[in-house]
């Protein structure tokens, strides 16, 4: 076996330190290499939003409490021995050949959640009837599904990267306007910053991501939802009308067009013109739990100023 992969507390943690391990751990186990980056990005962007975690530099964010590692039953909950833990019902595993089964081992850590996940039988239908069985969370599952996907499909420093929603040389103006009321369907509020522009004016995806959901809303008129790597749901809403290759479950990256501005929405389907042509966009993020909408204004001034300068 090789030897410890570790990282200092603090320190920046290379990707290809951490795919080393994954493509160690699948070769081992048989699970996917990028279903397990996909699960450790979930566990990594459910800790981003604790604030206890937040500034936590781990190799791998996959996680156990003591009783669940040594078994419920056992009488040391910090043993390390493989056979008394397996004895216990442990979920603990010595996955660097050490004899030991340390939770604090990012490798041992990520081979005990793997041989669970296998536990479910070989394939993709079985990894996600596993996956499914350890989350107990439907959502979770699509989510680690999707994230295997990006990883699969670009580069981690790719993945990262953002972009405004609507070309710099257009004419467009834009406010902070998340948590303003709204009258129309009910009493509620505004979960998005709106992008005032002209019809037809290019909307962009804000980032990597998968085509989530795209259609007709009463509220959003004709609308796209992209998932990224971090779990958040980027909302483009209000369009007039979509890209040409744009449909549920394509993967899209930062800048590609993915629409166009316009007034749809307030109606049955096809009610256009009710407001003056822009882009609703809203941002929303799960925590493991839930999804739930955040201010994102922050977010549009940073990715606008980062264009403007590549620009």
């Known amino acids: 076996m090789t030897p410890a992969l570790t990282c200092q507390a603090g320190s920046h943690v290379a990707a290809q330190d951490r795919k ?5 751990t699948a070769a081992l186990t048989g699970i996917r290499w990028s279903i397990l980056a996909g699960c450790d990005q979930y566990a ?3 800790l981003a939003l604790d604030s206890e975690h937040a500034n936590k530099d781990e190799l791998i964010s996959i996680a156990f409490d003591k009783r669940t590692w040594a078994g419920p039953l056992n009488p040391n909950p910090d043993d390390q ?19 030991r089964a340390q939770r604090s081992s990012a490798e041992d850590r990520l081979y005990a959640f793997a041989q669970s996940i296998a536990q479910a039988g070989p394939g993709e239908e079985n990894t996600r009837i596993g996956l499914w069985q350890h989350y107990r ?22 993945l990262e990267k953002h972009a405004f929603p609507v070309p710099l040389n257009y004419n467009y103006d834009y406010a902070s306007t998340w948590g303003a009321k709204r009258g129309w369907g009910g009493n509620r509020i505004h979960e998005g910053t709106d992008i005032f522009a002209d019809y037809g004016t290019p909307v962009r995806a804000t980032s990597y991501g998968i085509i989530e959901l795209i259609g007709w809303n009463k509220y959003g008129g004709w609308r796209i939802g992209i998932r990224d790597l971090h779990g958040n749901y980027h909302y483009f809403a209000h ?3 979509y890209a040409p290759g ?3 479950d394509v993967i899209v990256k930062p800048r590609q067009v993915v629409g166009y501005v316009g007034s749809s929405g307030y109606g049955p ?35 606008e100023r980062q264009d403007a300068a590549k620009k």
């Not at 021995?81 to 010595?94: V, Y």
């Not at 389907?269 to 799960?286: A, N, Q, V």
């Open 20 to 24: 080393a391990l994954y493509l160690k």
């Open 44 to 46: 990594r962007n459910i």
């Open 81 to 99: 021995n493989p056979s008394t833990i397996a004895l216990f019902g442990g979920i603990g595993r010595d996955g660097n050949g050490d004899g």
């Open 137 to 158: 969370r439907g959502k979770a599952v699509d989510l680690i599904n999707h994230f295997a996907r990006l990883f699969e499909h670009a580069a981690p420093e790719e």
């Open 239 to 241: 369009l007039n009308g």
């Open 246 to 248: 744009i449909h549920h």
């Open 269 to 303: 389907k096809g009610t256009m013109g009710k407001f003056p042509p822009h882009l609703h966009y809203g941002l929303y993020r799960d925590n493991g739990r839930a999804e739930y909408s955040v201010d994102p204004y922050p977010a549009l001034r940073i990715w």
